[in-house]
């Protein structure tokens, strides 16, 4: 230990006898850090060190990211007397370098810190918000233009579990708006292909495949179970049948749509606001509205998915800003976003006090 210069490296504070180890980072408690050690903001701990450090001879490491902060908070608690403190050279950065054992506070493994690292650091995420996704079951009712990046997305922030459903096979025409293909699976099944991808993304989730064509007579028991349910289907009929089922499951729906070079999300969850049939009801079987037919501008897809994905991610993790009863309308030809206010219909006949009978179970 170099007590003159206050700054010890890792592997000989590995050996080393601490009475204290203090972790001064923010999101301390949140990722790994070095075993035994306790995480103090370097406010509080340069507010009030005796309130976390016993005596002014007590043998204490200071730990932060790379070095820096803990340099600086340590060099403040010896010019206030605690002149065993030091501070550990390259911070934590160097201890996971050194290969030294941390500890994860609450089951993460470090190859799950570091590929949820980035998300773990928000302020509103923490491990918590990595947990609830872990817990998570995710329906996802078509995987084409928004499909894809809602897939993507989820995947790779760690939903523990995705059902990934679509009847149709990959074609030639998807891939300008589905980049999550390659032209080699042209006639798979995209359900299928789909999968793949995902694993590969994140092996650590596990994935169910349904290639079920979804109906009023089915979709209940396709989607039961899952915590949310993101609609990403062109098909106004598919949309009303998957809408019943959230209904009467209780569970929230992630709409969104294209046409052309415009898009809509939404979430609707009938716990707290309207059903995708209270703002769109009766059915429509306007060829129009088929990109097939009308054409798609592909990234307006990708926009939309994206919107989807993190709706989803909000809501599992317990954000208060879910846009529950809010229909957003992007217009990439202006690059601008609308907000429209929804309000739940008493006499929607899927959710309102005149509910038909037309979801069956
Ligand atoms: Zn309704």
């Given at each position: 230990?170099?007590?003159?210069?206050?700054?010890?490296?890792?592997?000989?504070?590995?050996?080393?006898?601490?009475?204290?180890?203090?972790?001064?980072?923010?999101?301390?408690?949140?990722?790994?850090?070095?075993?035994?050690?306790?995480?103090?903001?370097?406010?509080?701990?340069?507010?009030?060190?005796?309130?976390?450090?016993?005596?002014?001879?007590?043998?204490?490491?200071?730990?932060?990211?790379?070095?820096?902060?803990?340099?600086?908070?340590?060099?403040?608690?010896?010019?206030?007397?605690?002149?065993?403190?030091?501070?550990?050279?390259?911070?934590?950065?160097?201890?996971?370098?050194?290969?030294?054992?941390?500890?994860?506070?609450?089951?993460?493994?470090?190859?799950?810190?570091?590929?949820?690292?980035?998300?773990?650091?928000?302020?509103?995420?923490?491990?918590?918000?990595?947990?609830?996704?872990?817990?998570?079951?995710?329906?996802?009712?078509?995987?084409?233009?928004?499909?894809?990046?809602?897939?993507?997305?989820?995947?790779?922030?760690?939903?523990?579990?995705?059902?990934?459903?679509?009847?149709?096979?990959?074609?030639?025409?998807?891939?300008?708006?589905?980049?999550?293909?390659?032209?080699?699976?042209?006639?798979?099944?995209?359900?299928?292909?789909?999968?793949?991808?995902?694993?590969?993304?994140?092996?650590?989730?596990?994935?169910?495949?349904?290639?079920?064509?979804?109906?009023?007579?089915?979709?209940?028991?396709?989607?039961?179970?899952?915590?949310?349910?993101?609609?990403?289907?062109?098909?106004?009929?598919?949309?009303?049948?998957?809408?019943?089922?959230?209904?009467?499951?209780?569970?929230?729906?992630?709409?969104?749509?294209?046409?052309?070079?415009?898009?809509?999300?939404a979430v609707?969850?009938?716990?707290?606001?309207?059903?995708?049939?209270?703002?769109?009801?009766?059915?429509?079987?306007?060829?129009?509205?088929?990109?097939?037919?009308?054409?798609?501008?592909?990234?307006?897809?990708?926009?939309?998915?994206?919107?989807?994905?993190?709706e989803?991610?909000?809501?599992?993790?317990?954000?208060?800003g879910v846009s529950t009863?809010l229909?957003i309308?992007?217009?990439?030809?202006?690059?601008?976003?609308?907000?429209?206010?929804?309000?739940?219909?008493?006499?929607?006949?899927?959710?309102?006090?005149?509910?038909?009978?037309?979801?069956?179970?």
């Amino acid at each position: 230990m170099t007590g003159s210069t206050a700054r010890i490296q890792a592997i000989e504070a590995n050996k080393a006898d601490f009475d204290l180890v203090i972790d001064i980072r923010p999101h301390a408690g949140s990722t790994p850090t070095v075993y035994g050690a306790v995480a103090v903001t370097a406010d509080r701990l340069l507010s009030n060190p005796s309130q976390f450090i016993g005596s002014n001879e007590d043998v204490v490491l200071v730990v932060c990211d790379i070095g820096l902060r803990s340099a600086i908070a340590t060099d403040q608690l010896r010019s206030m007397g605690y002149s065993a403190a030091v501070s550990l050279e390259g911070g934590i950065e160097s201890w996971i370098t050194a290969g030294l054992p941390t500890i994860s506070p609450e089951g993460l493994s470090r190859d799950d810190y570091a590929r949820y690292d980035r998300q773990l650091k928000l302020p509103d995420f923490g491990i918590h918000g990595q947990q609830a996704l872990a817990g998570a079951r995710v329906a996802i009712v078509g995987v084409g233009g928004l499909g894809s990046p809602v897939l993507g997305y989820l995947a790779a922030a760690g939903v523990g579990h995705l059902t990934i459903i679509d009847s149709d096979n990959v074609e030639l025409s998807n891939l300008h708006r589905q980049p999550i293909y390659t032209t080699s699976d042209v006639g798979r099944a995209k359900a299928e292909a789909a999968a793949s991808y995902a694993a590969a993304l994140n092996p650590m989730i596990k994935i169910t495949v349904s290639t079920t064509r979804i109906d009023t007579t089915n979709a209940a028991d396709i989607l039961r179970g899952h915590d949310v349910i993101v609609t990403c289907i062109d098909s106004f009929e598919t949309t009303h049948a998957i809408n019943g089922a959230a209904v009467l499951l209780g569970v929230p729906m992630v709409f969104g749509s294209v046409y052309r070079t415009e898009g809509q999300m939404a979430v609707f969850d009938v716990r707290s606001g309207p059903c995708y049939a209270c703002v769109f009801p009766g059915q429509s079987t306007d060829p129009g509205l088929d990109c097939s037919i009308v054409g798609v501008l592909g990234p307006v897809t990708g926009v939309i998915g994206s919107m989807q994905a993190t709706e989803t991610i909000k809501m599992i993790i317990g954000s208060s800003g879910v846009s529950t009863g809010l229909l957003i309308l992007y217009d990439a030809e202006a690059q601008s976003i609308d907000r429209l206010s929804l309000q739940k219909v008493a006499s929607c006949a899927t959710c309102g006090d005149r509910r038909a009978s037309r979801i069956r179970v």
